[in-house]
């Protein structure tokens, strides 16, 4: 059997701590290790660890922080190259070169339990209802410059953060969710995400749980900026990894509307007052809403309703600068107009399929019809800015779906391996390939765009 404990210092029977001195490179015990299970005890006489050692001849014991073995009861630190595949598997570590590479690779890796698998194309378990959360991860893990910097943890472990916050803790959890499931080593063809959605629930104060269904876009939205704000990063000026990747920024044009129920004369002599004048705002952002049209009620002469369809240059057209959308509050309404002034490296798309109100969420199951590369941007950011930014063309990198009713649904991602350049789709710890036509007929919720840089090309199996 072989069993984990934190680190503790052993007392002999005459009550002296006996310390690192005690070292064998043979074990005898060795050879009986066959499973793994976690003890939250010491090495003591009277610790779980001792006991269950003396009580079921299980005898191998795995300190998690030093990720030294030993053996109880008689306490002495097992020195075996044979055990380092258990260590790395805890605690998978990555080169400088073996980062760079990870796009390069089309190679298969097989993992003890002996079935294949890519890495980075790995299955997370659905502990109850966190799929929501899983497809998310899942397509942040496969955003390179994103998950290079989390697996090289020297890029953020000297961090300063305030005593008694808790919030690096999700820094600290997704690295280690990164270099798990990059890890070309694992026992199995599927990862945990246990610690990472336990870091999740407490960070969030319980807003999002790994037993009650959330929303993807809600999720996305508050993981991005906790991770900022837990790296250091600020509202204007401190930039992290985050917004360097995902950060984009747009003008907001906004104009006050009288209320719709005055006289003709009214309303005009009020557009004339400084306060109905139109105002412009500079703006960051972390991803882009697109609105959906919205879905029509009537049936074909086959009584089965219609699902329509949009392009998504359609529902783009809000970022043109020239599109106006009226905003409603409780007791103003106002015309506003986007224009985009920076594209980011990573470009995140949110479709929003759901509107809520008083008493219930609708969902819009409005197909986007969307090609999968070569999304040109360039009409969208103003003319001045044109002129400077070269790059403004998109691949999509991945795809989140949103299937089933707004409470009850389920979420898949497709996600496209550099490596290999195909697509894969990911539900939970179900992993298939698809082809890339199949993509565009899904409810997508959620996608990130990747810039084309430098020329570079296409290198999708589209």
């Not at 359609?314 to 007791?331: D, S």
């Not at 539900?427 to 919720?445: C, G, H, K």
């Amino acid at each position: 059997k072989f069993t984990v404990v934190p680190s503790c210092l052993f007392p002999t029977k005459n009550g002296r701590v006996d310390s690192e001195d005690r070292r064998s490179r043979h074990c005898p015990y060795l050879d009986t290790i066959n499973s793994l299970s976690p003890f939250s005890t010491g090495r003591g006489l009277k610790s779980h660890a001792y006991i269950h050692s003396v009580q079921f001849s299980h005898h191998v014991f795995l300190n998690l922080h030093t990720l030294k073995f030993y053996c109880l009861p008689d306490n002495y630190e097992i020195i075996d190259s044979s055990l380092e595949d258990i260590t790395y598997v805890l605690k998978p570590t990555f080169t400088k070169q073996q980062i760079a590479n990870l796009d390069k690779q089309a190679k298969l890796s097989r993992a003890y339990d002996g079935t294949t698998y890519l890495p980075g194309i790995v299955g997370l378990n659905n502990i109850k209802a966190n799929d929501y959360a899983n497809a998310v991860l899942q397509a942040l893990s496969n955003v390179p410059p994103l998950r290079n910097y989390f697996l090289e943890e020297d890029n953020y472990k000297n961090i300063k953060r305030p005593p008694g916050d808790i919030m690096f803790l999700l820094v600290q959890r997704f690295g280690e969710l990164m270099r798990k499931l990059w890890n070309p080593r694992n026992f199995k063809a599927h990862v945990s995400p246990h610690e990472m959605l336990q870091a999740v629930v407490l960070c969030s104060k319980k807003t999002f749980q790994i037993t009650k269904q959330g929303d993807g876009v809600d999720f996305l939205s508050w993981f991005l900026n906790a991770l900022h704000s837990a790296l250091g990063g600020t509202k204007k000026k401190k930039k992290t990894i985050v917004t360097d990747v995902f950060q984009g920024s747009m003008r907001i044009f906004t104009k006050k509307l009288p209320h719709p129920d005055l006289p003709a004369e009214e309303k005009e002599q009020l557009l004339h007052n400084d306060e109905y004048q139109e105002t412009m705002v500079e703006s960051t952002f972390m991803y882009l809403t697109l609105d959906l049209p919205t879905a029509p009620l009537y049936k074909d002469e086959k009584e089965q309703l219609i699902i329509p369809q949009v392009p998504l240059f359609n529902i783009l057209a809000k970022f043109n600068g020239i599109t106006e959308k009226e905003y409603k509050t409780y007791k103003e309404n106002f015309l506003k107009r986007f224009q985009l002034t920076k594209l980011p490296p990573y470009l995140i798309f949110c479709i929003k399929r759901f509107t809520k109100n008083n008493f219930f969420v609708e969902k819009n199951p409005t197909i986007v019809n969307f090609p999968i590369t070569n999304v040109d941007l360039r009409e969208y950011l103003s003319e001045e800015v044109q002129a400077v930014h070269k790059n403004t063309t998109y691949d999509l990198i991945a795809n989140i779906v949103h299937d089933g009713k707004p409470s009850e649904g389920s979420y898949r991602i497709h996600v496209l391996h550099h490596g290999t350049g195909k697509w894969y789709e990911l539900q939970d710890l179900q992993v298939t390939d698809i082809l890339p036509q199949m993509i565009t007929l899904s409810e997508a919720y959620i996608q990130i765009w990747k810039r084309r840089d430098n020329d570079e090309t296409n290198q999708q199996g589209a």
